[in-house]
């Protein structure tokens, strides 16, 4: 396929075009997302996540900057973006640094929420696939912290930023569950806004180490550049220490399984949603209901002649 050509060779253009065919469910993307399968799984994939407003955004072009500088190529994914990304240039500053349309090295990418069979987080990571076989190093995934979907996609992404803010001791306390079990990495921003010390303190004091490793936190200003390079210097030392153990291998792991059974769920639901494989399933419905027969053993039938699509 030529649009795979193109990808594998850099071509930003083709990319984005990929991913409006994945977007749009289009029947090519499938066969060029197995095409350029072999050609992924170099890239660094970090999500970031935290509650709306927070600035994970504003953290993001930031380091989009600051990975320019260190001379990495840089993508970003963003689920439902409510604000802008400008690719380096912050809200604020006069001097726009790195222009994104020209750029090479720089590629961002906006997901919409709805339309997708496969679900949102399968649009998201066949996107990521795409700018890893564009030749993308660090490929950084954005989400607003409100429901499972988001630590879904923070559960794929080989490090996992937490943005929070800071709040006054007892809001610490309220943290979002699950939230100290997802993050890699822990971000105090807003530090302009006072209150930060103790916000990092506290969430220090309550994180542990898991696997070999202790989640760090890293106070930052997005709004004044500060602690971006602590942050930058944060997520290459947890990606050298998942290259060093066996995380990186493992959360590949986690990723392909989740995958498969994805894709297998989204087969099964292709295949009986199919005219006469649709209504033979309705059949089956049928018998179950007047105890004509049970579900695991209609379910075994059903499987066994099963005629996927291609
Ligand atoms: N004072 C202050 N404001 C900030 C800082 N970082 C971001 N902001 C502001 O906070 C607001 C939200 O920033 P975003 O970067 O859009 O936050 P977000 O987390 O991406 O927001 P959503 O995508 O809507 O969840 C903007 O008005 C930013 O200018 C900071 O370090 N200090
Ligand atoms: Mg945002």
Do not use: C
Not at 8 to 33: C, P, Q, V
Not at 222 to 234: Q, R, S, T, V
């Amino acid at each position: 396929m030529k649009i795979v050509e193109q990808v594998l060779k850099g071509d930003k253009r083709a990319a984005g075009k990929l991913i409006s065919m994945i977007e749009d469910d289009d029947a090519g993307a499938t066969e060029a997302l197995a095409a350029i399968y072999p050609h992924t799984g170099k890239a660094h994939v970090v999500g970031f996540t935290g509650p709306p407003g927070v600035g994970k955004s504003s953290l993001i072009n930031r380091l989009i900057r600051e990975f320019r500088v260190r001379d990495r190529k840089v993508g970003v994914v963003a689920v439902d973006p409510t604000s802008p990304f400008t690719g380096g240039a912050v809200l604020g500053d006069r001097i726009r640094m790195s222009d994104t349309g020209t750029d090479p090295g720089v590629f961002i990418r906006s997901m919409a929420t709805r339309g997708h069979s496969g679900g949102l987080a399968l649009a998201t990571f066949d996107a990521v696939k795409v700018l890893d076989a564009l030749g993308i190093d660090l490929i950084f995934v954005e989400t607003v912290g409100a429901g499972q979907s988001e630590i879904d996609i923070a559960s794929r992404a080989h490090t996992t930023v937490v943005v929070q803010m800071p709040q006054s001791g007892d809001a610490v306390q309220a943290l979002k569950a699950g939230i100290l079990e997802i993050g890699d990495i822990y971000v105090v921003n807003k530090t302009d806004l006072g209150g930060a010390d103790s916000m990092a303190s506290n969430l220090d004091f309550m994180l542990e180490e898991r696997q070999g490793w202790r989640p760090p936190v890293v106070q930052t200003s997005a709004l004044e550049g500060k602690g971006i390079k602590e942050l930058a210097d944060a997520i290459n030392k947890h990606y050298r220490y998942l290259k060093g153990g066996g995380g990186w291998r493992r959360r590949e792991s986690d990723r392909a399984r989740k995958e498969l059974y994805e894709s297998m769920k989204r087969l099964l639901a292709e295949a009986y949603s199919d005219e006469t494989e649709g209504v033979a399933f309705e059949e089956v419905v049928g018998a179950i209901v007047v105890r004509k027969t049970d579900p695991r053993s209609a379910a075994k039938t059903l499987l066994r002649d099963l005629k996927l699509p291609k």
